[in-house]
T-cell receptor, first 116, second 113 residues
Framework: SAVISQKPSRDICQRGTSLTIQCQVD?????MFWYRQQPGQSLTLIAT?????????ESGFVIDKFPISRPNLTFSTLTVSNMSPEDSSIYLC?????????????FGQGTRLTVV | QKEVEQDPGPLSVPEGAIVSLNCTYS??????FMWYRQYSRKGPELLMY????GNKEDGRFTAQVDKSSKYISLFIRDSQPSDSATYLC?????????????FGTGTKLQVIP
C-alpha cells in the first residue's frame, strides 16, 4: 500500500491569490496524479506528474493555471494560481501501485479549497 | 454522453438492507473496474476491484461486472450505519504507460439505524 500525506487539508483563499498543495508519499512512486473533485461531480484528472519531466495535463487544464512540481519520487506540489470562486473544490493527490493483476490507486485525504 | 454514468442518489436504506449500487459505461477499452468508498472529508479508498465479467465477493461486498452490457454493480449485504458514505465506481484503461482512471460521480448512501 501507499500512505499519502496531503496538506493543507483545507484553506479559504482570496480571489486572485495562489495556493500550493503538497503531497508526500511514504514510498517511491513513478507517477503521481492530481485530481479535482467538484461538488456533485466525479473526480477529474488534472495532470500526471513524472519525476524529472514536465507534467502532462488533461484537456481543459493548463500549466499556467495549475503548475506542478515533482522534484523527487516521493513528493509533488500542485499550485492553483490566480484563484477564482470557480476553483473552489477538493483537490486530491493520487499514486498508483502495481499489483500482480491490476494497478491500485491510493489517494490523499484531499485539500478542500474555498475561494472567496 | 459521459464515459461513466452513476446515479448520484442519495440512497437511504434501513440497517440490514441489501444495497445495490450501479454504473454504466461506454468505453470498451476499460480493463479494470473498481469501487471506492469515500467518507465525508476523506479521500477515496479502494473497496474492490475486478478485471473480468462475473462476480467477486469480499465479506459483505459483492462486485459484479457485465462487460457485454457495460454495466457494473456493487452489492452490500446486511448494510450497517458505518457503510454510510459516498461510493464511486471507477474504471481504468492503459494510457501512456499508466492506468488512466475514470470515475463516476458517486452515489451517496445513508444507512439508517
Amino acid at each position: 500500500s501507499a500512505v499519502i500525506s496531503q496538506k493543507p487539508s483545507r484553506d479559504i483563499c482570496q480571489r486572485g491569490t495562489s495556493l500550493t498543495i503538497q503531497c508526500q508519499v511514504d514510498s517511491q512512486v513513478t507517477m503521481m496524479f492530481w485530481y479535482r473533485q467538484q461538488p456533485g461531480q466525479s473526480l477529474t484528472l488534472i495532470a500526471t506528474a513524472n519525476q524529472g519531466s514536465e507534467a502532462t495535463y488533461e484537456s481543459g487544464f493548463v500549466i499556467d493555471k495549475f503548475p506542478i512540481s515533482r522534484p523527487n519520487l516521493t513528493f509533488s506540489t500542485l499550485t492553483v494560481s490566480n484563484m477564482s470562486p470557480e476553483d473552489s473544490s477538493i483537490y486530491l493527490c493520487s499514486v498508483e501501485v502495481q499489483r500482480q493483476r491490476n494497478t491500485e490507486a491510493f489517494f490523499g485525504q484531499g485539500t478542500r479549497l474555498t475561494v472567496v | 454522453q459521459k464515459e461513466v454514468e452513476q446515479d448520484p442518489g442519495p440512497l437511504s436504506v434501513p440497517e440490514g438492507a441489501i444495497v445495490s449500487l450501479n454504473c454504466t459505461y461506454s468505453n470498451s477499452a476499460f480493463q479494470y473496474f473498481m469501487w471506492y468508498r469515500q467518507y465525508s472529508r476523506k479521500g477515496p479508498e479502494l473497496l474492490m476491484y475486478t478485471y473480468s465479467s462475473g462476480n467477486k465477493e469480499d465479506g459483505r461486498f459483492t462486485a459484479q461486472v457485465d462487460k457485454s452490457s457495460k454495466y457494473i454493480s456493487l452489492f452490500i449485504r446486511d448494510s450497517q450505519p458505518s457503510d454510510s458514505a459516498t461510493y464511486l465506481c471507477a474504471m481504468s484503461e492503459r494510457s501512456g504507460g499508466y492506468q488512466k482512471v475514470t470515475f463516476g460521480t458517486g452515489t451517496k448512501l445513508q444507512v439508517i439505524p
